[in-house]
């Protein structure tokens, strides 16, 4: 099943930029270079990637990798139909074919056959070798292979092969900082200035807390939702409740503790 998601955007989607990513993304598609994104989750990377196809007038595809994700998936296969049997293109060959920019977000929870299908388009050749139909597919001049993973989820088994990163230029990001945040959260709640610092405030502090045993902390992702409750008329500390506190966590002692973190800073 194709999972993909083409978008041809008109207007760049908003997007604050960290640290200079935006112009790095841009000689990168200039220089034919591919990219690789690390970092946590709901920091901003595929709002980076969407405002950056939109910017470049390039049509976008995006795939959500999975662990069941495969080589053939990407590539594309053979569908038997009413005519007979077809070859159907996958979103990697599309993107290749069309010149589009393809996203493959947390490429390291693919299975490992995609890989090898990724390293001949990541280099200097700029081809996809279409196995079950012998084509070597040159990529057209717009096609940018971008791929993203969280790097706190690795684990030895997920992990991506030294000769993968290597073909890639990498850009590591990390949560906005305050001030940025701030304005995110202003611009993708509508709330007004003095909410949006209370709530990077709490961030900030949810942030400094080490000692549990959280896998992740709280995203921008997470912000933007409570403030969404928030700009909507659910009291503060109950859109805290439901958007970040129950969203990072199962167990009750953390979710007090977070919850009393909550309770100081707002
Ligand atoms: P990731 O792909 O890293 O998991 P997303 O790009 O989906 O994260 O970001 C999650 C949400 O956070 C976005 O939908 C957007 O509302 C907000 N966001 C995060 N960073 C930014 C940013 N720099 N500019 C604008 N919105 C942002």
């Known amino acids: 099943m194709d999972h993909s998601e083409q978008h041809r955007l008109g207007a760049a989607p908003y997007y604050a930029?960290?640290?200079g990513e935006v112009a790095l993304f841009e000689h990168a598609f200039g220089q034919r270079l591919p990219l690789l994104i690390k970092g946590p989750t709901g920091c901003g990377k595929t709002r980076f990637v969407?405002?950056?196809?939109?910017r470049?007038?390039?049509?976008?595809i995006t795939v959500s990798c999975h662990d069941d994700l495969s080589a053939a998936?990407?590539?594309?296969?053979?569908?038997?139909?009413?005519?007979?049997?077809?070859?159907?293109?996958?979103?990697?060959?599309r993107a290749v074919r069309s010149g589009a920019i393809c996203y493959l977000d947390e490429v390291v929870e693919a299975r490992k056959d995609t890989t090898v299908v990724l390293h001949p388009l990541a280099d200097d050749r700029r081809v996809l070798p279409i196995e079950r139909t012998g084509?070597?597919?040159?990529?057209?001049?717009?096609?940018?292979l971008v791929i993203s993973y969280n790097p706190g989820y690795q684990n030895l088994l997920k992990?991506?092969?030294p000769s993968t990163r290597q073909r890639f230029v990498a850009l590591t990001f990390s949560y906005p900082e305050a001030a940025v945040e701030q304005a995110i959260l202003q611009a993708e709640a509508g709330v007004a200035a003095p909410l949006a610092a209370r709530l990077v405030r709490l961030a900030q502090a949810l942030r400094r807390l080490t000692d549990h045993d959280l896998e992740e902390t709280v995203s921008?992702?997470?912000l933007v939702m409570a403030a969404r409750l928030a700009a909507s008329g659910v009291a503060l500390p109950v859109a805290c409740r439901a958007a970040i506190v129950d969203a990072l966590t199962d167990d009750l002692d953390t979710a007090a503790a977070l919850d009393e973190v909550v309770r100081a800073v707002l």
Not at 50 to 54: D, Q, T
Not at 73 to 93: E, Y
Not at 135 to 144: D, T
């Open 17 to 19: 930029e960290q640290a």
């Open 56 to 60: 470049l007038g390039r049509p976008l």
């Open 159 to 161: 992990s991506l092969k």
């Open 50 to 54: 969407e405002h950056m196809a939109a």
């Open 73 to 93: 998936d990407l590539v594309g296969r053979h569908l038997i139909g009413a005519s007979g049997t077809v070859w159907a293109d996958g979103p990697l060959t």
């Open 135 to 144: 084509e070597q597919l040159a990529a057209a001049p717009g096609f940018m």
């Open 220 to 222: 921008t992702r997470l």
